[in-house]
């Protein structure tokens, strides 16, 4: 198979998440919960592995032996320069209860490096995407023409309005509550969207000023890391780490670096 571009890869991963949207739309009722991972109230509904099959089904269509990282199925084909990374539903428990921030999220990594991200968030018939190096859009289904993103800018911590999330585990959330008392007195307010992928697109939209969260996985921010970075904020680990489950933050600098030094004060990379 010839070398694809980043184009190429991202028509690809727009065309399966809102495809597979659009199917989890289709699914009306509450849905059932088929299993629990970290904790019982981290679930796994019918709905998601139906919404993956049907990506892995159309990637596999369009470009046989490629790699796909699932949330649900993990790791599955020969090694090869692409490798595609996916959340089929990130949100799920507010897909459980008929809530609007949850999204389908593709990312397209070339030789270890994520070149193209998509995040559809069928709710509110929104796609998010970006190719490396081309910037990030937002658009608007059947309604407007694609918009150029870019994060806010110059915000200082105090006017902050922070997006964060909470894991599932009791020590954890623990912690994080631990944190969550050293930083809130610090900024504007605290947002609690339920869906990192969605968390990441809006900080790309300037919908909120930054982002944290210890706990996600490489499915829940491949896509919206890219287009947060698009948009110009800058996605990190702590300590010039990158960007992991250890710990998650984007903003545009400098509140970046603020949210940052303030984070570290309050150690946050520990469990309870």
Same mark, same amino acid.
């Given at each position: 198979?010839?070398?694809?571009? #980043?184009?190429?890869?991202? !028509? ?13 739309? #289709? ?28 990506? &892995? !089904? ?8 490629? &790699? ?13 320069? @692409? ?27 070339? +030789? ?38 870019? =994060?806010?800018? +110059? ?22 509550? !631990?944190?969550?008392? @050293? ?12 869906? =990192?992928?969605? +968390?990441? =697109? ?13 706990? @996600? ?12 970075? !698009? ?42």
């Amino acid at each position: 198979m010839s070398q694809p571009g #980043s184009g190429e890869l991202l !028509e690809l991963a727009s065309s399966a998440a809102v495809a597979a949207g659009r199917l989890l739309l #289709s699914r009306g009722g509450r849905p059932e919960v088929v299993a629990t991972k970290s904790s019982p109230t981290d679930v796994v509904t019918e709905a998601d592995r139906a919404a993956e099959a049907l990506i &892995r !089904e159309r990637i596999d269509a369009a470009r046989p032996g490629d &790699r796909v990282l699932g949330e649900e199925g993990g790791e599955t084909g020969a090694p090869s320069r @692409v490798r595609w990374i996916v959340d089929p539903l990130d949100g799920t428990v507010n897909y459980l209860y008929g809530l609007a921030d949850w999204a389908v999220s593709i990312a397209a990594e070339l +030789d270890g490096g994520v070149v193209a991200g998509a995040v559809f968030v069928p709710r509110r018939d929104e796609l998010f995407s970006a190719a490396l190096g081309r910037g990030a859009w937002l658009t608007s289904l059947g309604r407007f023409p694609p918009a150029r993103l870019a =994060c806010n800018t +110059d915000v200082p911590l105090g006017q902050a309005l922070v997006a964060t999330g909470f894991g599932y585990q009791a020590g954890r959330r623990l912690v994080q509550a !631990e944190v969550l008392r @050293v930083v809130l007195p610090r900024v504007r307010d605290i947002r609690r969207g339920g869906s =990192c992928a969605v +968390d990441l =697109c809006s900080v790309a939209t300037g919908s909120v000023d930054a982002y944290y969260e210890r706990g @996600v996985n490489l499915w829940d921010i491949a896509a919206g890391g890219l287009i947060a970075t !698009e948009a110009g904020a800058r996605v990190t680990g702590m300590h010039g780490n990158p960007a992991s489950s250890s710990m998650t933050i984007a903003a545009a600098l400098p509140l970046h670096s603020e949210l940052h030094d303030l984070l570290a004060a309050a150690d946050p990379e520990r469990d309870g």
